[in-house]
């Protein structure tokens, strides 16, 4: 099965916000409230950032936030700064038996 | 604290077997699904294999369906993966990751990766 559709990169100044976008199907993102965000910096693991669409982990900046309408997830990072520059990823609950789908990552550029 | 740490990564010829290990601390195993993700180098992160916590249950993403298989001791507190006929596209860092089902519904954990490489 395909993967959630990202942007392959986004870039902000410091102090400014930036959305990205993750859209998927009927099968995934539409009909989930499970979709979850992933930073990840060079060379080490992902870190969870956001759960069950738009909840925050404990410890995970305010600055993070995720929505969702349909079948598009979105991430929204405010007042940017330069540690906030990675790769993000989306993921999903899907109906077939991939049973999670990942977004194809989106570089963020802190400019 | 709550880790998972992988091993077993290496340097393997095409067609040739691997097992990846991951154990875990910290929590408790038994009480929860398991996964490996793999990263190929400058590649997006894809799912691989799922092993329910009772090891009943187990998926295997279409690219690694019968090459792959995953498994678990819980008496160990270790999640396996059993790699054979590998390809070179199967180059890639591999993560286990736990994804916790009670609040999270997302990989709330994961380990810091081994890296396998297949080349002739």
């Known amino acids: 099965q395909s993967a959630l559709t990202q942007p392959a990169s986004v870039s902000g100044s410091p102090g400014q916000s930036i959305t990205i976008s993750c859209t998927g199907t009927?099968?995934?993102?539409?009909?989930?409230?499970?979709v979850s965000w992933y930073q990840q910096h060079p060379g080490k693991a992902p870190k969870l950032m956001i759960y069950?669409?738009?909840n925050r982990p404990s410890g995970v900046s305010n600055r993070f936030s995720g929505s969702k309408s349909g079948d598009t997830a979105s991430l929204t990072i405010s007042g940017l700064r330069t540690e906030d520059e990675a790769d993000y990823y989306c993921?999903?609950?899907?109906?077939?038996?991939?049973?999670?789908?990942f977004g194809g990552g989106t570089k963020l550029t802190v400019l | 604290q709550v880790q998972l740490v992988e091993s077993g990564g290496s340097v393997v010829q095409p067609g040739r077997s691997l097992r990846l290990s991951c154990a875990a601390s910290?929590?408790?195993?038994?009480?929860?699904?398991m996964h490996w993700v793999r990263q190929a180098p400058g590649r997006g992160l894809e799912w691989v294999a799922f092993?329910?916590?009772?090891?009943?249950?187990?998926y295997h993403a279409d690219s690694v369906k019968g090459r792959f298989t995953i498994s678990r001791d819980n008496s160990k507190n270790t999640v396996f993966l059993q790699m054979n006929s590998l390809r070179v596209e199967d180059t890639a860092v591999y993560y286990c990751?736990?994804?916790?089902?009670?609040?999270?519904?997302?990989?709330?954990?994961w380990g810091q990766g081994t890296m396998v490489t297949v080349s002739s």
């Open positions: 990751a736990r994804l916790d089902t009670s609040v999270f519904n997302a990989f709330d954990i």
């Open positions: 910290g929590f408790t195993f038994s009480a929860y699904g």
């Open positions: 092993i329910s916590y009772d090891g009943s249950r187990t």
């Open positions: 009927s099968s995934d993102v539409d009909i989930y409230n499970y």
């Open positions: 069950n669409v738009s």
């Open positions: 993921t999903s609950y899907t109906t077939t038996t991939t049973l999670v789908l």
